[in-house]
């Protein structure tokens, strides 16, 4: 009996730790890279949409960042649309949430490049 419960607490700790590491991506944050650039070319309103989303994320970063954080430098939402585009045409295989986190990255500095 207790082998059952240490495995039932091991599979559980298990399990917590997997759903605290999975980012919810609500909204076109969740679509690829590849969609972002075929919106951007056909000019249509979901490309709107997506750079919406994408100004949202990094506004909404520096609101609920910790204090110690450092705060994005300042960028236009032009400048940001294209540094998108920059990213996403180097990484099709990626989400766009994953290009605004690497937004957010490059603007506070943190760039691991």
């Keep these: 009996m207790k082998i059952f ?3 039932i607490f091991v599979i559980g700790l298990v ?3 997997t759903l605290t ?3 919810m991506v609500l909204g076109p944050g969740g679509a690829s890279c590849g969609t972002w650039a075929g919106d951007r070319q056909r000019n249509e309103a979901r490309s ?3 750079q919406a989303w994408v100004q949202g994320f990094v506004t909404a970063y520096d609101v609920y960042k910790p204090p110690q954080e450092l ?3 300042p960028m236009d ?3 940001m649309v294209a540094w998108i585009d920059n990213y996403c045409d180097a990484n099709p295989d990626k989400d766009i949430f ?3 986190k690497a ?3 490059e603007l506070t500095g943190r760039a691991s490049q």
Aim: proline residues 8%.
């Design 5 to 7: 419960r240490a495995a």
């Design 15 to 17: 399990s917590v730790s």
């Design 21 to 23: 590491q999975a980012t």
């Design 48 to 50: 709107q949409l997506n």
């Design 71 to 73: 705060t994005p430098k």
């Design 77 to 79: 939402p032009r400048s």
């Design 98 to 100: 994953d290009a605004a």
């Design 103 to 105: 937004l957010i990255e």
